[in-house]
């Protein structure tokens, strides 16, 4: 029992760091992307609460609301990817964005943000 109790607690801990990381860049996006920043925060935030109350529990089946909640984080999470590959325009253009290290990544010019303002 211990080791699942204390299993759920660091994944309900990790959830919310994810949670944090969008919600902190939440705040320096443009609209169409901070709306996007907000779900995945709380889809997150969701998670680790799932996380602990399973901790409680001890199993991630009961009480039979339990594994909706969960059924419905894994929902929520197909959403952010495919809300992800929306922003990007395509699976190849995101596949070809991922493909890039992060730090080779070129900002966006300031004549494509005006135009996706409009």
Partial sequence: MEI?????IIEGIFWIGISLIFF???????????????YGGMVFLL?????FYEAQTGA???PWWLILWNAG??????????WYIKINGSWAATR??????VFRRKPPKQEDMKEQDK
């Fill in 47 to 51: 998670s680790a609460g799932s996380d």
């Fill in 73 to 82: 984080c894994g929902i929520g999470v197909g959403g952010i990817i495919f």
């Fill in 24 to 38: 902190l860049s939440a705040c320096k996006r443009r609209e169409p992307h901070r709306l996007f920043c907000i």
């Fill in 4 to 8: 699942v109790y204390y299993g759920n």
């Fill in 96 to 101: 070809a964005k991922l493909r890039q290290p």
């Fill in 60 to 62: 991630w089946w009961e």
